[in-house]
C-alpha cells in the first residue's frame, strides 16, 4: 500500500512538473537581451525623416533623432531636422538594467527598450513622458 501511494505520488509529481515548461517563441519584446556598456556606447541614431520631432508644436516635422551614449556614463539628446540642423539637445546620464537604458535630464526620464540588437543595428521602443515610439536605430561608434 506505501509503495502504491509514493508511486501515485511520483506520478502526480510528474504531471504537476511537466505542467509547468514554457515552449520557446521569438523574443519579439527583447526579454532575451542582455545590454552591456559595449553595447550601448556609442551614437544610435533613426534614419532622416522616418519619426517626428516635434519641433515648437510643428508634429509633422521629421528629422534625425540621434542620442550619444559616452563611457561616463553621460548621454547626449539630439534632434536634427531635416535640413540637418540641430532642432534640440540636451545632456544627461543613464543606466543599463537587462535589455533598457534609462536616461535621466532634470526632471525628465526616457527609456529605450531594445526589442531587438543585431551588430549596430536594433529596434527599440523609446518612451518618454505620455509618449511611446518603436524605432530602428543605428549605432556609429565616435571615434
Known amino acids: ?28 519584446d527583447g526579454d532575451g537581451i542582455t545590454l552591456s556598456e559595449i553595447d550601448v556606447i556609442g551614437t544610435w541614431s533613426t534614419p532622416l525623416g522616418e519619426y517626428p520631432v516635434n519641433y515648437d508644436g510643428d508634429k ?15 548621454y547626449y539628446g539630439i534632434f536634427y531636422g531635416d535640413n540637418g540642423y540641430t532642432l534640440r539637445s540636451y545632456k544627461g546620464v543613464y543606466t543599463i ?32 513622458g505620455n509618449n511611446t515610439y518603436t524605432m530602428k536605430v543605428t549605432k556609429s561608434i565616435d571615434g
Open 1 to 28: 500500500m506505501k509503495t502504491l501511494r509514493l508511486f501515485g505520488m511520483a506520478i502526480i509529481m510528474a504531471l504537476v512538473g511537466t505542467s509547468f515548461v514554457a515552449c520557446g517563441g521569438d523574443d519579439e
Open 60 to 74: 509633422t516635422a521629421k528629422g534625425t533623432w540621434s542620442w550619444k551614449f559616452g563611457t561616463d556614463r553621460t
Open 97 to 128: 538594467v537587462g535589455n533598457t537604458v534609462t536616461g535621466k535630464s532634470g526632471n525628465v526620464t526616457e527609456t529605450f527598450k531594445f526589442l531587438s540588437l543585431s551588430g549596430n543595428s536594433a529596434t527599440v521602443e523609446y518612451k518618454v
